[in-house]
Each structure stands twice: as structure tokens, then as C-alpha cells.
């Protein structure tokens, strides 16, 4: 009995995967650290171009910063949350000011993220049944994401135009909407004319990803739906919609994040100094920031805008996949 394990322990140990077992485990490790070692060059220039401002402009915060200092901001006396105690002043003209670019981003955001999904989630309904040009239609949808956004806000700059402009010719000249030419670029109308052009410009890029979601149900279940007697509109609201809820999640925070940030359709459109109807956070944090050269006070608001886009996406994020877990489970 004490040969044959004596021999079996001898044997386990000339046995060639004893032999291999501790030459695997570095081979083990370099395979798992290779993943990690690939993505190091994306993550340093992560660290560069993204969290290194970032850092930066935290601290710029917490700093009485104006032009006086531009050339050596590091010798900037500190200014603690002075900065910060001033922008959320609602009764002192920077905080008023700040609150009410924000009341008309959030108007703004909520009503093109609104009119956006709409639109792309009907066109992408209507673009699934096949006929003919589809396609030609599909690639004429996409134009205007396509299209670089200089170049896209220039021109609907020329067609808002008072005296010579497109729109005020088919609304005042052709269709007789209105009594009068209208001003596009000032004023109240301001809020409408971005309105406009965020949602043309921001309308495709729904479209695309939720024609892409439809391509996941299966047409059996509109077949089946359909023999039971079911409508077109009982399909949409029965099997299309829920079966987009995972997509529309991540479209929608998407759409949100990018209209609440979006700085290059009001600049290009009104300039430095945009109407008090389109006064959005971005545009108005440039100008508190390059206008009155108040770097302090811009980056303080520039962080307040952070937290509170942080605390609106983990609260989103909380809330639908709070719901996706019954579906889950």
C-alpha cells in the first residue's frame, strides 16, 4: 500500500502538467495583463487631454483668477468658495444671470431631447417596411448629422437672415404666416430658431441608433400581433416601444448630455454674446470666463455644471435600471 502511493506521488510529480503547473501561471498573468497593457496609451491620453484640464480647472475654481494673473495663473491668490458662493447668489446679478441660463438650458435640452427622439423614432418606424427608395430616403436622413456643424449653422445663419433669409421669405412671403418679416437672431425668437437647428441637427443621430434597435425584434411578433387583430398603432405601443426601452435609455442620456453641453450651435449662430432667450450655460460660461476674463468665477460655474450633470445621469441611471430588474430577474 505504501509503494503504490509512494509511486503515485512519483508519478504525479514526473507527470508532465505537474511540471508545467507553476511555468503557466506567468503565461497566465501576461495574458490577462495584456488587455490592460493595450489600453494604457488610450488611457494616458485620457489622463492628458480630458482629466488633466479638468484637475486643472477645478483648482481654477478655488482661485481669484482674472487677467491680471492670465500670464502666471499659479500666482493667483486663492479665493476659497468665493467664486462658488457668488454663482449660486440668486439675489446678486452673476447668480441671477447664471440661474437664468440655466431655467432656458433646461427648456431648451428638454425640448429638443423631446422633439429628437420623436422624430427619429417615427422616421426610423416608417423607414422599416421595404419599398422602393428606401435607401435613397435612409441616406437623406442622415445628411444632417453628416454635415460638419460650422457648415451647417452658417447656412441656417443665412436662412434666418431678416431681410433676405429663406425662412422669412416661405413664412411671411410665400405661405402669408406672419405680418411682418421676423428677426431669427434676436430677441425672443432666438429660442425657436436654436431650438431648430438642434433638432435638425440632432434628429438623425436618433434616427440611426433606434432603426438600428429595431433591426433586433423579430417580425414574427408583428406577424402574430397582426392575426390577432392588432393595429398598427397597438404594435407600435405593445411590441416596438417596449422593446426599445433598453435603447431609448442610453439614447436619451445621450441626446441630454450632448444638448446641455452643446457650445457650437449657439456660438456659431449668435456669436460671443448670445440673446438673454438663448442664453445657454455653455455660451454663458465662455463669457463669464474670455468676456469679463473672470477665469475664477467661469470655472466655478464649469464645475457646478459638472456636478450637476454627475448627480442628473447617476439619478437616470439609478431610476432605469431600477426598472430593468423586475424584467431581468
Not at 423631446?114 to 423614432?121: A, M, S
Not at 402669408?176 to 436654436?194: E, R
Not at 442610453?250 to 448670445?274: E, I, Q, R, S
Not at 477665469?295 to 431600477?322: I, K, P, Q
Request: charged share 15%; with cysteine.
Amino acid at each position: 500500500m505504501t509503494t503504490t502511493v509512494t509511486e503515485q506521488a512519483a508519478a504525479r510529480k514526473d507527470s508532465p502538467g505537474a511540471a508545467d503547473g507553476p511555468r503557466r501561471r506567468p503565461g497566465r498573468i501576461r495574458r490577462i495583463g495584456l488587455p490592460y497593457l493595450l489600453l494604457l496609451p488610450a488611457l494616458i491620453l485620457e489622463l492628458l487631454v480630458h482629466l488633466v484640464p479638468m484637475v486643472i480647472g477645478i483648482v481654477m475654481s478655488f482661485k481669484e483668477l482674472t487677467q491680471f494673473y492670465i500670464r502666471d495663473w499659479g500666482t493667483a491668490p486663492w479665493a476659497g468658495l468665493d467664486n462658488y458662493s457668488m454663482s449660486v447668489d440668486f439675489n446678486a446679478p452673476v447668480g441671477e444671470a447664471l440661474l437664468h441660463s440655466f431655467l432656458v438650458t433646461v427648456a431648451f435640452t428638454l425640448l429638443s431631447v423631446g422633439l429628437c427622439w420623436l422624430i427619429g423614432t417615427a422616421a426610423a418606424i416608417c423607414m422599416q417596411d421595404t419599398f422602393r427608395g428606401r435607401g435613397l430616403l435612409r441616406a437623406l436622413f442622415l445628411v444632417p448629422y453628416a454635415l460638419p456643424v460650422y457648415a451647417a449653422v452658417i447656412t441656417w445663419v443665412f436662412m434666418f437672415q431678416h431681410d433676405n433669409g429663406l425662412v422669412n421669405h416661405v413664412l411671411h412671403d410665400q405661405l402669408h404666416l406672419t405680418d411682418k418679416p421676423s428677426f431669427w437672431l434676436i430677441g425672443d425668437n432666438s429660442f425657436y430658431a436654436l431650438l431648430t437647428v438642434s433638432v435638425w441637427k440632432g434628429w438623425p443621430f436618433a434616427f440611426l441608433i433606434v432603426m438600428a434597435g429595431l433591426q433586433n425584434i423579430p417580425r414574427e411578433l408583428y406577424e402574430a400581433a397582426a392575426l390577432d387583430g392588432a393595429g398598427v398603432w397597438q404594435q407600435i405601443r405593445r411590441i416596438t416601444l417596449p422593446s426599445l426601452s433598453a435603447v431609448n435609455q442610453v439614447l436619451v442620456l445621450v441626446l441630454f448630455l450632448w444638448t446641455f453641453n452643446d457650445f457650437n450651435t449657439p456660438y456659431v449662430l449668435f456669436g460671443k454674446a448670445a440673446p438673454e432667450a438663448a442664453d445657454l450655460v455653455s455660451v454663458h460660461i465662455y463669457q463669464a470666463s474670455f468676456v469679463t476674463w473672470n477665469f475664477g468665477a467661469g470655472s466655478a460655474m464649469s464645475v457646478l455644471l459638472l456636478l450637476f450633470l454627475l448627480a442628473v445621469t447617476g439619478v437616470y441611471l439609478a431610476v432605469t435600471s431600477r426598472g430593468r430588474r423586475p424584467a431581468d430577474a
